[in-house]
């Protein structure tokens, strides 16, 4: 089970950290990714990260987002800096059992979390 939390509303400009709980799985053996889905479009791969704390960013979150994960904790976090109106979206994470300690993605995920709602004003 994955669970999404930490979304609001904040300011463009603004900052905001997601976190994603995890329960009843091996969180070591998971990559866990964020995904987001904005009104009226499909939902885009945001971060990933690997077993072993590789990271991966879509271009648009390059630079502004930071993926990180606690193993003592079971839980992944977003950090998401210099909030844009265009980030507005529901966040979900997702996580894939891979034996990889170097692999994520955003295709074939095992489990889906609930979302949270970010909203940013202009």
């Known amino acids: 089970q994955l669970q999404a939390s930490g979304g609001g509303l904040v300011q463009a400009g603004g900052s905001l950290r997601l976190s994603c709980a995890t329960s009843?799985?091996?969180?070591?053996?998971?990559?866990i990714s964020w995904f987001r889905q904005a009104p009226g479009k499909e939902r885009e791969g945001v971060s990933c990260?690997?077993?072993?704390?590789?990271?991966k960013y879509a271009d648009s979150a390059q630079g502004r987002f930071t993926i990180s994960r606690d193993n003592a904790k079971n839980t992944v976090y977003l950090q998401m800096n210099s909030l844009k109106p265009e980030d507005t979206a529901v966040y979900y994470c997702a996580g894939v059992r891979t034996p990889s300690s170097r692999y994520c993605g955003f295709n074939g995920m095992d489990y889906w979390g609930e979302g949270t709602l970010v909203t940013v004003s202009s």
């Open positions: 009843g799985f091996r969180f070591d053996s998971f990559a």
């Open positions: 990260i690997s077993k072993n704390a590789v990271t």
